[in-house]
């Protein structure tokens, strides 16, 4: 449907920004309006299959991702079921001084009840990932001190 990305920089330590946004026990803690539920199904090495309940654009969806964590800079979340099956996001982040430069890199796939949403999705999606990203951010500086 839509592939993109975009590029920011957050005040906040690049190992530690990192370790807080692969912690999926704690998605629910750090951004609950958006993680309903999490449950790690198996892990495999580096590779980690997870129930998810979400709220995005206004909508409740149940997905199962699979997250693959290269650390120390790399985490790749594929989407492999529900109606955004196929979406892939893929992570990079960068040291960059003090600062922690994040791209993020998205094929985003839309099915369903919400492919209607595809034609002026991807601003969106954008704009929201930016807010996900700064509140996890937020909480890394909260939790830095």
Known sequence: M?????VKQV???????????????????????????VRILETNGNATKIFETLSFLGKT??????HIVEKPDRHIVRMLDGQTK?????ELYEKMGE????TIEV?????GGLKILA?????????????VLDEFANYAKKHSQ
Do not use: W
Request: no cysteine; hydrophobic share 40%; proline share 2%.
């Open 119 to 131: 034609m002026f999705a991807k601003n969106k999606i954008e704009s929201s990932m930016k807010i």
């Open 107 to 111: 094929d985003f796939v839309l099915s």
């Open 11 to 37: 005040d906040v330590d690049r190992d530690q920004f990192f370790t807080i946004s692969t912690n999926y026990e704690k998605f629910t803690e750090i951004l609950p309006e958006y993680f309903k539920e």
């Open 99 to 102: 600062l922690t430069k994040v």
């Open 61 to 66: 969806v149940n997905v199962t991702t699979e």
């Open 2 to 6: 839509s592939k993109f990305s975009f």
């Open 86 to 90: 196929g979406t892939v996001f893929d």
